[in-house]
Nanobody
């Protein structure tokens, strides 16, 4: 069973940066996309961005383009979400997930991480 373990959330002031990590364990299929979602209180889980696990191509939602950057470390089986110029509206629980689409809905994710809280103060 694939396991995703996230880390890196926290509290930051507006304009600051955070880097989230998602390490994948027991991953044997390399055709997945690693996606990041976020869920604010009272809202649905929304897609933020994704990276093709094998090829590195990335997709971002418009609201984070130019501010968030996905990267990966193959040796560590880890994908990173670098979040810059953070805004209060970026406050949410962030989840990583594995799926087979570049811009999946939450229902199309096969495996989820446990989530990590990101809070951006104004």
């Amino acid at each position: 069973q694939v396991q995703l373990v996230e880390s890196g959330g926290g509290l930051v002031q507006a304009g600051g940066s955070l880097r989230l990590s998602c390490a994948a364990y027991r991953l044997t299929f390399t055709g997945y996309y690693m996606a990041w979602f976020r869920q604010a209180p009272g809202k649905e889980r929304e897609f933020v961005g994704s990276m093709r696990w094998s090829g590195g191509s990335t997709t971002y939602v418009d609201s984070v383009k130019g501010r968030f950057i996905l990267s990966r470390d193959n040796a560590k089986n880890t994908v990173y979400l670098q979040m810059n110029s953070l805004k209060p509206e970026d406050t949410a629980v962030y989840y990583c997930g594995l799926g087979t689409l570049s811009a999946p809905s939450a229902q199309q994710i096969n495996y989820w991480g446990q989530g990590t809280q990101v809070t951006v103060s104004s």
